[in-house]
């Protein structure tokens, strides 16, 4: 039976910083972020934004189509947890007004959990094909000040139908995975930044194709020939290009540089704007790959590379369907991105260290998003959210 995702919709903050407004600051040459790293901008949440109506803004236009009712499940991927008991899909689940006839759960495993929440409602889905599943993956990623992660930060979630007969990326069962045991990237529970070992984990990124892919070629027929376009995850774009180069490599597949650049290129102008949002990234560069691909996607392969620090990776494909158009939001994600606000660096720097009160007490908070949802206010440890 053909099982896969049938609408897929992202949300991003509205407003951003250059990052040669970063490096104007730091007094370095702002193509160091542009092209050697593959980013100009970064999307920053504001005070009244988190991953909860992040998410709820990105899964607002699904739930709309297909009604309330319809929706059997919502399975939640985050690396931004708001509470350690709660799952933050509860709340989305409220705002959005699901059926209380339904499963929610959050799942964890850095960047990679989107993935594993895909294969679970494919699974969900194909023992019962009527009942389709949400996925939504939504995180903001937060690095030191004046650390090598800095420019790699930014904000987004994705949310995605899974159903039978979907219309967008009919999904293969044949995955190829990788789990280490590895401190690359991680986030004790009393930070609110992520530590990591940059240059580490690129490496363990690229490691974890190669043993992925191999695992792959076990499991599937699939060659890599097979193949028309691939979508990595994307902590920066750059990572896609070094990733793309050693699969081909890999591959003995002799292609040009221009061929190699030609297979991932549509995947990264979305996140290059946006930056990293962890578990949304490479499902966001999907999106991107099929709203700007100057190509009739109809029928093409999509290998995807999931990967998350720690670190769990996962290589697996897709088949676009025909008239997948119909089903994109294109004009909507194009007007978001289009739409923002560029913040000045001390702007930018009065955002990244404000911190969510703890006292208990009652704060509201200031109305500055433009999204439908917004957490109005924290009072005696419970957030407030609100639908507009
Ligand atoms: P860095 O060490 O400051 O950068 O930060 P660099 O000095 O290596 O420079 C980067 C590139 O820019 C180099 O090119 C330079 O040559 C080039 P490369 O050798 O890589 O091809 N460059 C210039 N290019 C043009 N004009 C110039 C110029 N100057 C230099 N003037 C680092 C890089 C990745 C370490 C940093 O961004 C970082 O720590 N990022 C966070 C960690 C990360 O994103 N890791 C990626 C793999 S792990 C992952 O993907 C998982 C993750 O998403 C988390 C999760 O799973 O939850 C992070």
């Known amino acids: 039976m053909s099982v896969g995702i049938d609408e897929v919709s992202f949300y991003t903050s509205g407003q951003f910083l250059d990052l040669k407004t970063l490096a104007q600051h730091q007094g370095i ?35 709309e189509r297909v009604g309330r009712d319809a929706i ?22 409220r705002l959005l007004g699901l059926n209380s006839n339904s499963r929610v759960v959050e799942l964890k495993q850095a ?50 139908l899974i159903s039978d007969n979907p219309r967008i990326l009919e999904i293969a069962p044949e995955v190829g995975n990788h789990t280490e045991d590895v401190m690359d990237f991680w986030r004790p529970n009393y930070r609110s930044n992520a530590l990591v070992d940059g240059k580490y984990s690129t490496k363990i990124y690229l490691k974890s194709l190669k043993r992925s892919w191999e695992n792959f070629t076990e499991q599937s027929s699939v060659t890599y020939a097979d193949i028309d376009y691939f979508c990595y995850h994307l902590p920066f774009g750059k990572m896609a290009q070094k990733a793309h180069s050693q699969l081909a490599r890999v591959n003995k597949s002799g292609q040009t540089p221009e061929q190699l650049e030609q297979q991932i290129e549509p995947t990264l102008l979305y996140n290059r704007a946006i930056g990293n949002s ?33 670190c769990v990776a996962e290589f697996f494909t897709g088949v676009v369907q025909p008239g997948y158009q119909a089903a994109l939001h294109q004009q909507k994600h194009q007007r978001l991105l289009r739409e923002r606000t560029e913040l000045s660096y001390e702007e930018y720097l009065k955002l990244y260290h404000y911190a969510n009160p703890t006292d208990g007490g009652h704060h509201e908070l200031p109305e500055q998003t433009q999204g439908n949802f917004r957490l109005a206010a924290i009072s005696e440890h419970k957030r407030e959210y609100i639908a507009r």
């Open 72 to 93: 059997a499940g919502l399975l939640f991927a985050t690396e931004t947890g708001i509470d350690q008991s709660k799952a933050a899909g509860v709340y989305v689940h």
């Open 278 to 310: 962890y578990t949304a990234s490479m499902y966001i560069g999907l999106c991107s790959l099929l709203e700007n691909s100057s190509q009739d996607l109809s029928a093409k392969r999509i290998g995807l590379f999931s990967y998350g620090s720690g």
């Open 111 to 160: 960047c990679y959990s989107a993935t594993a929440a895909i294969q679970m409602a494919c699974a969900m889905v194909a023992r019962q094909p009527a009942r389709p599943i949400l996925v939504i993956a939504s995180d903001v990623a937060r690095y030191d000040l004046q650390s090598p992660g800095e420019a790699t930060q930014g904000c987004g979630a994705v949310a995605m």
């Open 29 to 63: 040459d702002p193509n160091k972020y542009y092209d050697g790293i593959g980013q100009e901008k970064m999307a920053m949440p504001s005070l009244d934004e988190d991953i909860v109506t992040l998410a709820a803004n990105a899964a607002l236009p699904i739930v």
